[in-house]
Each structure stands twice: as structure tokens, then as C-alpha cells.
Nanobody
Framework: QVQLVESGGGEVQAGGSLRLSCTVS????????MGWFRQAPGKEREFVAA????????SYADSVKGRFTIFRDNAANTVYLQMNGLKPEDTAVYYC?????????????????WGQGTQVTVSS
């Protein structure tokens, strides 16, 4: 059974930083593409960032480019989302997701496994 466990959410002031972590168990992690998505109240879930299996490529939403960085530690079966320069509009529940393929995708439907979500709140 594949499990994704997120941590690292919290409340921070605008301009601050947070690092989210997502640890995966139950499947071969190194070849698994991983993504981060977020959902704000009343809005649809949206793509934030993704990294391919083996870490060869990454993709970011335009809204977070230059501020967020996704990276992975295959030895620890963990993917991270480093968030700098946080803005109030980044407030949302953040989810990590895994897909059974190596290649990055940005659509939620392309991911078969999801974490429980972690709240990020950015105050102005």
C-alpha cells in the first residue's frame, strides 16, 4: 500500500519561508514522479511544482517560479518543497502526490496517490 505523509506546514508572515516534506512508502520512490498541488477555500486544486523520477527535470506553476523549489532525496524517500518569499495568496492546503511514471505531469488526474494535505497560512 502506497502512503504519502506530509509535514512542514504552518503559519508565516508574508516574505517568510517554509519547507514542506513528503515521505513515501510502499513503492519504488526513485523512479516515481512527484508533485505538489494546493487548494485554497472555494477554489479548485492547482498545480504548484513537480519533479521527475530520478530528479532529472522539474516544472513549476508561473505563480511560484523563482520563489519555490522542489527537490528530492531518494535515499530518504522524501520530496521537498522549499517556499521562499511567501505571499498571502499562497495560503492553501498543500498536497503531495505520486504517479507511477517517471515523467512529470501537471494535471491532478495524472497522479494516483495523494497525501493528506498540510495547511500553509501566510499572513500579511
Amino acid at each position: 500500500q502506497v502512503q504519502l505523509v506530509e509535514s512542514g506546514g504552518g503559519e508565516v508572515q508574508a516574505g517568510g519561508s517554509l519547507r514542506l516534506s513528503c515521505t513515501v512508502s510502499g513503492r519504488t520512490f526513485s523512479s516515481t514522479a512527484m508533485g505538489w498541488f494546493r487548494q485554497a477555500p472555494g477554489k479548485e486544486r492547482e498545480f504548484v511544482a513537480a519533479i521527475s523520477g530520478y530528479g532529472g527535470s522539474t516544472s513549476y506553476a508561473d505563480s511560484v517560479k523563482g520563489r519555490f523549489t522542489i527537490f528530492r532525496d531518494n535515499a530518504a524517500n522524501t520530496v521537498y518543497l522549499q517556499m521562499n518569499g511567501l505571499k498571502p495568496e499562497d495560503t492553501a492546503v498543500y498536497y503531495c502526490a505520486a504517479r507511477v511514471f517517471v515523467v512529470v505531469r501537471t494535471e491532478p488526474d495524472e497522479y494516483g496517490y495523494w497525501g493528506q494535505g498540510t495547511q500553509v497560512t501566510v499572513s500579511s
